[in-house]
């Protein structure tokens, strides 16, 4: 019989979340608003370095309010990763605007430069350059932000980083998701750290999140009455989901060990087969190791990562393909793609050979010992 279920990456509550939790009941703060949320958003701007934040009810909140604070036309392009989480880009559609995609690059998966490069100069020749460009930091690796930063500021469009993956990596000693004009990170339940569901909108432009905390809350003018001259949104996080990020965000550095130390000892077990290539680490960045993900050679090792999947599954182990890229999705069927060079589309090979293993911070050596003596057995 089959152990008891791994999961790929399962909440690990501190057990100080019900202190919070607690504070709110007593003080009767069960509300989108209180001294949680108040502190959680100071909490994790001072973590990342700002001065401010945004406390959302999920991720895609996030982007969705950066997009709406960029003003965002339904005539417009925004360009975004493909290797991505769907909520990434669906709040490109609530706009009403219309996404390119763009490839990766094969040393950090994430956007590649050249692709977004070409794609710039090739909508500047058309007469239409995008109004944002969203930039993905998959599975906790950092994207080559300084290349991307440089790119665009040159055409002076704005960067949305999509950090859902990536809170607490960084890149040359900054934060991930403080790079660009916003930053959004995901609280959801299988993330680094979670509230359940949740998410967090960083900026320099501390107007900026005036304004988002105004549209997450309906958008109410500053006088007496409801006065609305603007079309707002329910976006705010829970006072109570609040509590349990601020005892989650006290053990963040904790948990970026203990997601190393997961993807370490796989890479210690099995690097040494041929055929498997786990995600590298780009020079002069820390990736929190949200997931541990690797490709498969499959003709070297004479299997898919579908078969790998299913093997692990039935032995009770979690483990999945990396994200399918966007440009393939059936809901983004028809919209521009760049790829990384000319015929060469780098996402869609990685598709084909990625897998994520589990990697909980919870996670006993025992538990990774058998998702790694399974691998053996599959990968030889
Ligand atoms: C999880 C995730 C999101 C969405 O976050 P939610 O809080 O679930 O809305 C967006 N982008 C990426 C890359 C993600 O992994």
């Not at 490069?117 to 993905?136: C, M, Q, T």
């Not at 550095?253 to 995600?279: A, H, P, T």
């Not at 020079?283 to 003709?299: D, F, G, H, P, Y």
């Not at 996402?347 to 790694?372: A, N, Y």
Request: hydrophobic share 40%; with cysteine; proline share 5%.
């Amino acid at each position: 019989m089959a152990g008891k279920r791994i999961y790929l990456s399962p909440p690990h509550m501190t057990g100080n979340e019900k202190k919070y939790i607690n504070e709110a009941f007593e003080s009767n703060w069960v509300a989108p608003l209180g001294p949680n949320v108040d502190r959680f958003e100071k909490e994790l701007a001072s973590y990342v370095g700002l001065e401010d934040a945004v406390a959302v009810s999920s991720g895609t909140a996030a982007i969705h309010l950066s997009l709406v604070l960029l003003g965002i036309k339904p005539e417009d392009k925004v360009f975004c990763s493909t290797l991505t989480f769907v909520a990434t880009a669906n709040p490109i559609i609530y706009m009403g605007a219309t996404p390119v995609f763009i490839d990766s690059e094969p040393e950090t998966w994430n956007i590649s430069p050249q692709a977004l490069l070409r794609a710039l100069r090739e909508a500047e020749k058309n007469n239409a350059l995008p109004k944002a460009v969203i930039v993905v930091n998959l599975y906790g690796q950092s994207a080559k932000m300084k290349e991307i930063m440089e790119i665009c500021e040159n055409y002076n469009i704005p960067v949305i980083e999509d950090s859902a993956e990536s809170l607490g990596s960084s890149y040359l000693g900054k934060k991930s998701g403080t790079f660009g004009k916003f930053g959004i990170y995901s609280f959801n339940g299988n993330k680094i750290i979670t509230t359940s569901g949740g998410g967090m909108l960083v900026s320099k432009d501390i107007d900026a999140l005036k304004e988002a905390r105004n549209l997450a809350a309906q958008a109410r003018d500053p006088v007496p009455y409801y006065l609305h001259s603007k079309i707002g949104y329910n976006y705010r996080m829970s006072n109570i989901l609040a509590g349990i990020g601020r005892a989650q965000l006290a053990n963040l550095d904790q948990r970026i060990e203990e997601k190393r130390d997961v993807f370490n000892r796989y890479k210690d077990e099995l690097s040494n087969i041929e055929g498997i290539d786990f995600l590298p680490e780009l020079q002069n960045t820390i990736s929190n190791r949200w997931l541990t993900v690797a490709a498969i050679n499959k003709e070297k090792l004479k299997i898919q990562p579908a078969q790998i999947i299913e093997a692990l599954e039935e032995e009770n182990i979690e483990a999945r393909h990396i994200w399918k890229p966007l440009h393939t999705q059936p809901i983004f069927k028809g919209y521009e793609y760049y790829t990384h060079s000319e015929g060469c589309s780098v996402s869609e090979k990685l598709f084909d050979c990625g897998i994520c293993l589990p990697s909980g911070s919870c996670m006993t050596v025992s538990e990774q010992d058998r998702v790694i003596d399974i691998l053996k057995l599959k990968l030889k």
